[in-house]
């Protein structure tokens, strides 16, 4: 476990990064109920917007921890797409160190010189992988940690089954290891943590929450939806991901019978792809959408997250 995360948490787990819908009003929420809240750094529209971001959480975050020193916030983290095509990435690594931002999540390239930036003032960084090759390219480029995004994972994802990645993973790296995919229970995190996971990597959970910036019709597909209405495919950003089926269909296109994309015609760019605008009503979603039952507040969803924990925690200890 990271240092900064020891004593933090009231759940082994991060928030992660969901393209537009992660926002301050979330990442705030998450920090307080205590499990670790990010928002991707492309979410903040125009650029110049991401210094107000990162400026309004850590004074939020700062006046929760004085008013509750015995039970502070966790930390935050900001997600850089370290792809050729995002043209904001230099300014947004800036405005990260400016701001000291304590955890970074790097995703679609491992590049040294970012790592660097954010260590050069104690920040660590995090990076997402979907195989055991890329795995230690991260590392040897200067990452910290790894987040090992597998099968069921919403949005990017990949096809390795969990319990064989993070075995794979483990053999040789002994360092932090978040383990992403599907994981929408309390008993999903202690199995993470049983399998050699340090923390959980919650995304489609939060989805379904009344801080998350996403259409209320979004939300409620996810709670009327489960793991059968999930399709993996490239067609929507140029990177292998799962999207809820109802949207595709929506979009007037056959889930079943979908074209391949281009790779690399991915854009992360300040302006966004017109593909991406395009595709902006298909919803990304994991394959462990079965066990959101409802709309709920942040704080409500992490509660639950922390009471199935602890009771899945005790019947292994029984057992």
Not at 247 to 275: H, T
């Amino acid at each position: 476990m990271p240092k900064l995360l020891q004593g933090r948490l009231a759940l082994p787990a991060i928030g992660a990064p969901l393209f537009i819908i992660s926002n301050p009003d979330l990442v705030i929420a998450q920090c307080k109920a205590g499990v670790v809240g990010s928002f991707p750094a492309l979410n903040a529209r125009p650029a110049e917007v991401l210094d107000q971001w990162l400026a309004r959480i850590i004074e939020e975050l700062d006046a929760y921890n004085q008013a509750n020193p015995d039970q502070p916030a966790a930390p935050f983290a900001v997600n850089q797409i370290v792809h050729g095509s995002n043209d904001r990435l230099q300014h947004d690594v800036e405005m990260c160190v400016k701001h000291k931002v304590p955890i970074v999540i790097t995703s679609l390239g491992a590049r040294p010189e970012v790592f660097e930036a954010i260590h050069s003032y104690g920040g660590i960084c995090l990076h997402d992988v979907i195989n055991n090759r890329f795995a230690h390219k991260a590392i040897e480029k200067g990452a910290d940690g790894l987040i090992c995004v597998a099968a069921g994972a919403g949005g990017h994802a990949g096809t390795l089954s969990p319990m064989a990645f993070i075995q794979e993973v483990r053999e040789w790296f002994d360092g932090p290891i978040l383990l992403s995919g599907a994981i929408a229970t309390g008993d999903g995190v202690l199995a993470a943590e049983a399998m050699g996971a340090d923390l959980a990597y919650i995304g489609s959970a939060f989805i379904a929450t009344e801080e998350a910036n996403a259409d209320p019709a979004y939300k409620e597909a996810l709670v009327e939806n489960s793991a059968s209405d999930i399709v993996y495919t490239n067609l929507f950003t140029g990177v292998h991901g799962n999207y809820l089926r109802p949207s595709i269909e929506a979009a007037g296109l056959d889930p079943d019978n979908l074209p391949e994309s281009d790779p690399s015609k991915m854009s992360f760019g300040s302006g966004g792809s017109s593909k991406a605008k395009a595709w902006k009503h298909i919803w990304g979603c994991g394959q462990g959408i079965n066990a959101i039952k409802s709309v709920s507040s942040t704080a409500d969803l992490v509660g639950r997250l922390q009471a199935e924990y602890e009771a899945a925690r005790k019947r292994v200890l029984v057992a």
